[in-house]
C-alpha cells in the first residue's frame, strides 16, 4: 500500500511538471534557447528575475548539493537495478530545477515540499546501509524554510521527520536515524537563517531609502539658507547703494558720486551671481570651484561693504581669533551677515553695534540696532532668525534674537570646547525643531567642496 501511494504521488508530480513545461514552452521557448546559447549567462539572468532576493551561486550551490545527494543515493542502490524507482526519484528531484531557472516557473515553497517528500519515499523503498538519500529531505528542509512561511516550513519539517520514523518502524530500518533527524533539524534551522538575513536585507534597505530621502532633504534645505544668506545680504547692500546713487542725483545732481554708488552695486551684484553659482553648483554632478568660505576674518571686510553702502556700523572684535575653527567662524561670519542685512532691509538709517568676543571657553557675536522712526518689529516667517539658529544649534551654540533697550538685538554664545550647550532661545514663531539633523552636511561641506 506504501509503494502504490509513493508511486501514485511521483507520477502526479512528473504529470504536473510536464504540464507546466507544455503551458509555459511558447513563453519559455525563447529562454529555452538563451539558454543553450549561454546556459552560464542565462542561469544568472533567470535566477535575479526571481522574487528571492538570493545571489545566484546560493541558489546554483543548494541545487547542486541537492543533486549530488540524489546522485549518492541513486548509485548506493545499484544492486536494485534493471528497476527504474532510483532512476524516477532523482528525475523528480532534478527535474524541477530545470523548469525554474529555465522556463521562469516561480517556486513555490508546497510543491517543493512534495517533491522532497515523494522522492525521498522512492528512494526508502529500496532501503541500503548508510543511505545517503536522508540527505535530500535536509536540503529540501532549508530550500523551504528559506523560501517559504514558518507555517509551511515547520509542518514540511515535521513531515520529513515523520516520513523518515515510518520507513524505519515498518521497514529493515535506517542506519544512523538519530544522525537524520538531526540533520533535518539542522537544515530547517538553516534556511530559516537565511529568511531572516532575507528580512533584514529587506529591512537594510528601506532604512537607506529613508536616509537617503533625509540626505537629500537636509541638503536641499542647507543649500537653500546658504542661497538666502547670500541674497539678504548681497541685496541688502545693492539697494543701499541704489538708494545712495537715486539720493545723489535727485538732490546733489552729484553724478560722480552716484556712479560710485552704482559701481559698487555692480560689484556686489557680480559677487553675489558666483556665490550664486558655487552654491547652486552643489546640486549639480560637476564638482565646483573650491571658492574657501568666509571666516572670522573676512568679518571687517563685510562691516566696510556695509558702512560703504551707507549703514552706521561700530565693529569691536575682543579676543584671539586663532582659537576659532573654520566652522565655527563660518556661523559666526553668517550670523553678522544675516543680521546687518536685516537691519539694512527692515530698519534703514538705524545705527547698529556689532561685538565680537573670543575667549578660551566660547566666541559670542552680538548685534544691536535702534529702531528709527516708527518700526514696527513683529517675528516673520523667513529663512533669516531660522538660519541663524540652526547654525547655533549645530555647533552646540545658543541664540537669542528680539527687542532690547528700545532697540533689537541678536546674540549668539557658540562653545570652542566642543560640548553642546542647551536648546537656542529665539522669540520667534519658527519651528525650534525644524532641520535639526543639518549637523553632518554643515559640520563636513568644507571637506567636501574642497575634494
Not at 4 to 9: C, E, G, N, S, Y
Not at 383 to 399: S, V
Request: charged residues 20%; glycine residues 8%; hydrophobic residues 50%.
Amino acid at each position: 500500500m506504501l509503494r502504490v501511494i509513493v508511486f501514485a504521488a511521483s507520477a502526479a508530480l512528473l504529470v504536473r511538471a510536464a504540464w507546466q513545461v507544455v503551458v509555459g514552452w511558447q513563453h519559455g521557448r525563447q529562454r529555452l534557447l538563451d539558454f543553450m546559447r549561454d546556459p552560464s549567462g542565462a542561469f544568472h539572468r533567470h535566477v535575479e528575475e526571481m522574487p528571492l532576493d538570493y545571489p545566484p551561486s546560493v541558489i546554483l550551490v543548494a541545487d547542486l548539493t541537492l543533486a549530488i545527494a540524489a546522485v549518492a543515493a541513486v548509485v548506493q542502490r545499484h544492486a536494485y537495478f534493471p528497476s527504474a524507482v532510483p532512476i524516477l526519484a532523482v528525475l523528480l528531484v532534478t527535474f524541477t530545477y530545470p523548469i525554474l531557472t529555465v522556463f521562469g516557473v516561480q517556486p513555490r515553497p508546497i510543491p517543493l515540499s512534495l517533491i522532497g517528500l515523494v522522492s525521498e519515499g522512492l528512494f526508502l523503498l529500496q532501503p541500503v546501509a548508510l543511505d545517503a538519500s536522508p540527505f535530500v529531505l535536509v536540503v529540501v528542509a532549508g530550500e523551504v524554510a528559506a523560501i517559504g512561511p514558518k507555517h509551511i516550513s515547520l509542518p514540511f519539517a515535521g513531515a520529513a521527520l515523520a516520513e523518515l520514523l515510518v520507513f524505519h518502524a515498518v521497514g529493515p530500518g535506517l542506519d544512523a536515524l538519530p544522525s537524520y533527524l538531526i540533520a533535518v533539524v539542522l537544515g530547517e534551522l538553516v534556511g530559516v537563517m537565511m529568511q531572516y538575513q532575507r528580512l533584514y536585507l529587506y529591512q537594510e534597505r528601506e532604512n537607506q531609502t529613508i536616509r537617503t530621502a533625509q540626505a537629500a532633504d537636509e541638503e536641499r534645505h542647507r543649500i537653500a539658507r546658504e542661497v538666502h544668506d547670500v541674497i539678504a545680504h548681497s541685496l541688502s547692500i545693492t539697494l543701499l547703494h541704489l538708494t545712495a546713487a537715486r539720493h545723489s542725483l535727485q538732490t546733489d545732481r552729484d553724478v560722480d558720486e552716484a556712479v560710485d554708488a552704482l559701481v559698487d552695486a555692480e560689484r556686489l551684484g557680480r559677487q553675489a551671481m558666483a556665490d550664486i553659482r558655487r552654491t547652486v553648483g552643489l546640486l549639480g554632478e560637476l564638482r565646483s570651484p573650491a571658492t574657501p568660505e568666509p571666516t572670522l576674518d573676512d568679518i571687517p571686510e563685510l562691516v566696510d561693504g556695509f558702512v560703504r553702502a551707507g549703514l552706521k556700523v561700530d565693529y569691536q572684535h575682543a579676543g584671539d581669533g586663532r582659537s576659532v575653527s573654520a566652522t565655527t567662524g563660518l556661523a559666526l561670519y553668517r550670523i553678522s551677515q544675516e543680521s546687518l542685512a536685516n537691519v539694512a532691509k527692515h530698519a534703514a538709517g538705524a545705527t547698529v553695534t556689532l561685538r565680537i568676543a573670543v575667549t578660551a571657553a566660547e566666541a559670542t557675536v552680538a548685534v544691536v540696532n535702534t529702531l528709527p522712526g516708527w518700526v514696527v518689529v513683529r517675528p516673520g516667517g523667513g529663512m533669516g532668525i531660522a538660519g541663524m539658529r540652526q547654525r547655533a544649534d549645530l555647533l552646540g551654540g545658543t541664540l537669542s534674537a528680539g527687542p532690547a533697550h528700545g532697540g533689537w538685538q541678536v546674540t549668539a554664545r557658540i562653545p570652542l570646547s566642543g560640548k553642546s550647550g542647551p536648546a537656542c532661545l529665539v522669540t520667534t514663531q519658527d519651528d525650534p525643531l525644524r532641520l535639526v539633523r543639518d549637523a553632518f552636511s554643515s559640520v563636513t561641506r568644507k571637506f567636501q567642496e574642497s575634494m
